[in-house]
């Protein structure tokens, strides 16, 4: 196997080399500790700071509201947890997210329930988006925070941040997102959008792992995540990733530079991706078509399974992921497709394809190539499949 | 998660897959709700298992597992047959990752199921020969009852 086609973006990107070369000074020439007062240590700091102006200036933030963290989901627990105990102080114990947030949402939601919080999950309708109207009527005097993400990570539904923002300002209430899909690819103003907290992550942007940031806007109320040193004003402490840093910051910066034109780029190779794997009979996407993010294909085949569509597509060298139950690691189908309605039995067969700017339209052609082929051989294998064509079970 | 060499041999090469007509037996066991059907067709001549066929609905595992249970039983007699577990499955494939252990008993449930069909149409109880078979096609057994 000579050639491999990444399309698996979502899951995480290759470094890029205008990324990994800014970086290396400051694993090798750089390296001193930016809180040390000599040249090497203040080198670093300089570009810790420069790093954090950077990024602020990509979400139209100020640079002391970017906290880096280790990741998207540092960033996530440290938002719910900090803001959520905050304010159950003042008796504020209830907040509202999507059904299919990332487990790095639900799962630190359910810490906070275990301690008494009340969590209301909105519905996300089969088209993957939540409904504002649903928003205002969830909201109660005791709400403590919403928190809901920017664009989903399985079918890649943008959701109505605006409006979310505009209703959580109307009532004066914490509104936190999730963007660590969104972040590069959507143009992101926190300001005029209102929000109060925003994650985000490098290594889908093709920068290291390791590294990401939470903004949190001037005057939010949250409590610290890490004592220690006086590193990310005291609330996160730790000696910084200097090279993670940089690269995140230069990450950020290259995507959101180039975010029209790659936007483009990516929808035109999205938009041949889903037309033609439509084709493939029995076959439907997952979530909105318009209303998603420009490198992101969820489908569902009937009639297969999501881990042998998989370990095919590797076979002919493509890298995917899948929501079926087999590679989640349990029995049921992935939370996301069961959030937008799928029966377990078609979410079972779901194939997640996500595209960057370092794809080609060979790549799509490629996929195209070889997707029927693998639907067929499998589907000619899968009992399931016989009785969908011969009518004796519903397709969908 | 990975899978051993053998695994993905037999689910990249699988073996005795299709349908074999005038089957003496066809069993199927699983459902679509729980992600893995098999349907396990078998000839049989003097009470050996002179062919077996396999088609199957389900993960990677599954269809190894399948795969190996249909060439472990074939040209063995039933007696020799039913006393392949899942454990010899999944040994004879170098092991299974623990999620996927109930593959190898659906693989072993789905041989059962086969000669059930073959005894009740001899005419004879199979019960007493094969013991209870899960089949999982209840949906209130739920999708992990065989493990």
């Known amino acids: ?396 | 998660m990975t899978y051993s060499d053998k695994v993905m041999d037999h689910f990249s090469n699988p073996r005795n897959i299709g349908e074999l007509k005038n089957a003496d037996g066809i069993g199927e066991v699983g459902n679509a709700k729980c992600g893995d059907i098999m349907k396990m067709y078998i000839k049989v001549k003097n009470d050996v298992i002179s062919d077996v066929k396999f088609k199957t609905f389900g993960c990677g595992a599954a269809i190894a597992t399948s795969s190996m249970a249909t060439e472990m039983v074939k040209g063995k007699n039933i007696k020799e047959a039913l006393k392949i577990t899942n454990k010899a499955v999944m040994e004879a494939l170098d092991g299974l990752p623990p999620v996927k252990v109930h593959c190898s008993v659906l693989a072993e449930q789905a041989i059962k199921s086969a000669l059930w069909d073959y005894y009740e149409k001899q005419g004879i109880d199979p019960l007493p020969i094969l013991g209870k078979i899960c089949n999982q096609n209840s949906e209130h057994d739920g999708c992990s009852c065989c493990t």
């Open chain 1, 1 to 396: 196997m000579s050639h491999i086609v990444y399309a698996d973006n979502a899951a995480t990107t290759p470094v890029s080399d205008l990324v990994l070369n800014s970086m290396l000074p400051y694993h090798s020439n750089f390296y001193g500790n930016p809180s040390s007062l000599y040249k090497i240590g203040r080198e670093a700091k300089k570009a810790v700071e420069q790093s954090r102006e950077q990024v602020a200036g990509c979400l139209g933030a100020l640079s002391n509201e970017i906290f880096f963290t280790s990741g998207g989901s540092e960033a996530n627990n440290w938002a719910i947890r900090g803001i959520g105990y905050n304010l159950a102080k003042q008796g504020k114990k209830h907040i509202i997210a999507s059904a299919f947030e990332h487990h790095s949402v639900l799962n630190i939601l359910d810490v906070l329930k275990k301690d008494g919080f009340e969590i209301t999950y909105l519905n996300v309708y089969k088209e993957g988006i939540i409904r504002p109207e649903d928003l205002k009527n969830a909201i109660r005097p005791d709400t403590a925070l919403v928190t809901i993400m920017y664009a989903n990570n399985e079918i890649g539904t943008i959701q109505p941040i605006q409006e979310i923002g505009n209703i959580c300002k109307e009532y004066s209430i914490i509104f936190h997102t999730d963007a660590v899909q969104a972040v590069g690819n959507i143009p992101i103003d926190v300001k005029s959008l209102n929000i109060d907290l925003l994650s985000l992550s490098a290594h889908k942007l093709h920068g290291p792992k390791g590294i990401g940031a939470l903004y949190i806007k001037k005057g939010t109320k949250i409590l610290n995540l890490i004592e220690g040193g006086a590193q990310e004003r005291g609330k996160r402490a730790g000696t910084e990733n200097t090279a993670g840093i940089i690269g995140l910051s230069i990450a950020l910066k290259d995507a959101c530079d180039h975010i029209k034109e790659r936007t483009k780029k990516l929808s035109l190779m999205r938009d041949r991706l889903i037309d033609g794997a439509l084709k493939i009979e029995y076959s439907s996407l997952n979530g909105d078509r318009k209303n998603r993010l420009p490198g992101n294909v969820s489908m569902c085949f009937n009639g297969i399974e999501g881990e042998s569509l998989l370990l095919k597509l590797d076979a002919m060298g493509i890298c995917a992921s899948s929501g079926s139950a087999c590679t989640s690691g349990s029995l049921d189908p992935s939370h996301v497709l069961l959030a937008i309605g799928l029966p377990h039995e078609v979410a079972h067969g779901s194939l997640r394809l996500t595209l960057s700017d370092q794809n080609t339209e060979e790549d799509v052609s490629y996929i195209l190539e070889c997707l029927p082929l693998i639907v067929k051989e499998l589907r000619d294998i899968s009992p399931l499949w016989e009785k969908i064509i011969n009518k004796k079970v519903k397709s969908f």
